[in-house]
Each structure stands twice: as C-alpha cells, then as structure tokens.
C-alpha cells in the first residue's frame, strides 16, 4: 500500500493533491470549527431578525418557511419546528434583532479575522493590524446580505430554471471569492492569481447546495424526529461545516495552483 501511494504521488496530479493537502492543514489549523460556530451565532441570529422586521413591515416571511420544506422535502415533526421557528421569530422581531446585534459584537467580527489568517498563512503573508476590524465588519455585513438574498431569491429563480441558476450564482460568487482575499489581505493578491481558486469555490459550494436535498433533507427529517429540535440544530452544524470547510479548501488551492504550475513546468 505504501509503495502503492508513492508511485501515485510521484505524478502531476498526485504532487497537486499532497501540496494542497499540506497546504490546508498548515493554513487552517482547525479553522472550519471556529467559523461554523461563529457563523452560526451571529449570521444565523441576523438572517432571523432580518426576517422578523420585514415580517413586521408586511412581508409574508411562512413564504419562506414552506419554501424551506420544500426544497428539503421535509416531512412530519421537522416540517413543522421550520415553521414554528419562523412564526416566533416574526412575532419577536425586537428579540430577533437584540440577539443579532450581541452576537454581532462577540463573534460576527471574528469571522472576517478567521478567513484573513487562512488566506495569509495560505498565500504566506502577514496582513495583520487594528484598523482591520473595520474591514472584517464589512465583510460580515457584504457576506450576510449576500446570504440574505440568494435565500429570498433562490425560489424565484429556481422557478426560472436552472438556465437562469447557473450563470447568476456563477458571477456573484466567482467576484464575491475573488473580492474577499483581495479585501481582506489589503490587495498584496491580484485578481487573475485569486481566479483558479474562486471558480473552484464557486463550482464546490455550488455543487453542494444544489444536492443538499438529497442529504440534507434526511438528515434534518432524521435528527427532527428522533430527537427535535436538537437533532435539527445538530444537522444544520454539520451543514455549515462542510460549506465552511469547502470555502477554507478552496481558499488555499489558489497559492498551490501557482506553485505547482511553476514547478511542473521544467519536468515536462
């Protein structure tokens, strides 16, 4: 076996894939954990609050709701804790929005911080000062209106077919990759050396939200109906955790694309 692997690694693709897995673990240390939890205690209490107050200027937030149940196919118990879950965040608009701010101010900040060390330890560069906690607060902000429409729109457009799918979700999140390392790490990266890496960000997450009924509906029908609403919030953790790893894997292929190129062309 051992022998097997060295004669697979000792190839083009093989030597991409272990400085990429070098790479990750270098620059991640562990960071998909941290930005799961942090996302999920201060975006996640934003989004609601967002949909408490524009169920309070008129908007039909159970809209939402059944779309939810029915892009997952969810079913029974788990049905019926998404819609109850909204129904009282609608009606407690002022909560929904107390919450959001404290987790704001404890952890939503820390996200930007979280992303700008993978990129630097990726791309092997010190960024690091005070003024950036400015810069991680736009991007907190850029990140949650970003989530916050595609999850408004992501029915409209379903309904347009996925002709209409594609190409947006393609250009939105191909800039919105490109843009976050250039913003967070002040520049010091092109747009063209960022490119490898955004198409394949875009191409992954995409990937999986696209599938995601076919996993994660189960999952949550699974975990709603053997242990409620703790079993729910368990497998929405384990969801924002692939995403957030895949965002950190593709993150870090950028650098080792270049690496590699330059590397592997005085061997042929």
């Known amino acids: 076996m051992q022998q097997w692997l060295v004669r697979r690694g000792d190839t083009a693709l093989g030597r991409l894939a272990l400085q990429w897995f070098r790479r990750y673990f270098d620059a991640s240390r562990n960071s998909g954990s941290a930005a799961t939890l942090y996302m999920f205690l201060s975006i ?3 989004l609601l609050a967002a949909m408490g107050l524009l169920h309070a200027a008129g908007t039909d937030t159970n809209a939402f709701a059944e779309r939810l149940v029915d892009h997952n196919h969810l079913t029974g118990a788990t049905a019926n804790l998404v819609r109850e879950s909204f129904g009282t965040v ?3 608009a002022l909560a929904a929005t107390a919450t959001a701010v404290v987790g704001f101010l404890i952890w939503g900040i820390g996200i930007g911080q979280i992303y700008q060390d993978v990129y630097a330890g990726a791309w092997r560069i010190e960024v690091r000062t005070l003024s950036d906690q400015a810069r991680f607060t736009v991007w907190f902000f850029v990140l949650s209106g970003l989530l916050g429409v595609f999850i ?5 457009l379903t309904d347009a077919g996925w002709g209409a799918v594609v190409p947006v979700w393609l250009v939105v999140s191909t800039g919105f990759w490109i843009w976050t390392p250039r913003y967070l790490l002040r520049g010091q990266i092109g747009v063209r050396p960022l490119l490898p890496g955004a198409i394949l960000a875009s191409l992954v997450i995409g990937g999986a939200i696209a599938t995601s009924r076919f996993f994660l509906g189960p999952g949550l029908n699974s975990g709603g109906k053997h242990f409620g609403s703790f079993g729910v919030v368990v497998a929405l953790l384990t969801w924002a955790f692939i995403l ?3 965002s950190m894997v593709c993150a870090v292929f950028s650098p080792v694309w270049a690496e590699w190129h330059t590397s592997e062309n005085p061997r042929r």
């Open 90 to 92: 609608s009606d407690n």
């Open 244 to 246: 957030a790893t895949l």
């Open 44 to 46: 996640v209490p934003l």
């Open 152 to 156: 408004v729109f992501a029915g409209l």
